[in-house]
T-cell receptor
Framework: DAGVIQSPRHEVTEMGQEVTLRCKPI?????LFWYRQTMMRGLELLIY????????DSGMPEDRFSAKMPNASFSTLKIQPSEPRDSAVYFC???????????FGSGTQLSVL | AQSVTQLDSQVPVFEEAPVELRCNYS??????LFWYVQYPNQGLQLLLK??????LVKGINGFEAEFNKSQTSFHLRKPSVHISDTAEYFC???????????FGKGTKLSVKP
């Protein structure tokens, strides 16, 4: 298996632009997580899905952030409009169930200028 | 609500010395506990996990951790570290029955020759 695939690997954009991050989980995994990592706040859970349904989005910073999982093999995290404080590494991870280990993608390094 | 505290943000040690990375959690229910490692410019990888049973858990690369329910701790140990163990280590918790996984802020282990 290719593992969790995230794209793009790096994204540089200007403040106010829309940003879309993409994730393909491991086939057969029914849980998908979006995390944001910064020096100041560490690794924060933004949202997680179970069987394509959002279960907990309490970590989503504000209305500018939205996440979708239209099917079991694809998820997006969108920021609109983006701001410099959104600059971070965004990780997608998937797992096969509760208590099972998370498999992480390589992350998307987002820089908002 | 769950939370994880990693008391040390940085731990410098010399090669072949023992190391302990501390982790305390708070939760009102039974938990699953995990340690993940992150090498530079990579996603996180699972080192070990505690679900139930023996409180001493052995993981990859010679690491082990002990679950102490009374002290709500899950400290990570290795009797003799190598240069290659230099990385950031994250403790994580999720309530049994919940799908989300909450991470601590991480401890950067720096192994010096």
């Amino acid at each position: 298996d290719a593992g969790v695939i995230q794209s793009p690997r790096h994204e540089v954009t200007e403040m106010g632009q829309e940003v879309t991050l993409r994730c393909k989980p491991i086939s057969g995994h029914n849980s998908l997580f979006w995390y944001r990592q910064t020096m100041m706040r560490g690794l924060e859970l933004l949202i997680y899905f179970n069987n394509n349904v959002p279960i907990d989005d309490s970590g989503m910073p504000e209305d500018r952030f939205s996440a979708k999982m239209p099917n079991a093999s694809f998820s997006t995290l969108k920021i609109q409009p983006s701001e410099p404080r959104d600059s971070a590494v965004y990780f997608c991870a998937s797992s096969s169930g509760k208590g099972e280990k998370l498999f992480f993608g390589s992350g998307t390094q987002l820089s908002v200028l | 609500a769950q939370s994880v505290t990693q008391l040390d943000s940085q731990v410098p040690v010399f090669e072949e010395a023992p190391v302990e990375l501390r982790c305390n959690y708070s939760s009102s229910v039974s938990v699953y506990l995990f340690w993940y490692v992150q090498y530079p410019n990579q996603g996180l990888q699972l080192l070990l996990k505690y679900l139930s049973g023996s409180t001493l858990v052995k993981g990859i690369n010679g690491f082990e951790a002990e679950f102490n329910k009374s002290q709500t701790s899950f400290h990570l140990r290795k009797p003799s570290v190598h240069i290659s163990d230099t990385a950031e280590y994250f403790c994580a918790v999720n309530d049994v029955g919940q799908g989300n996984l909450i991470f601590g802020k991480g401890t950067k282990l720096s192994v010096k020759p």
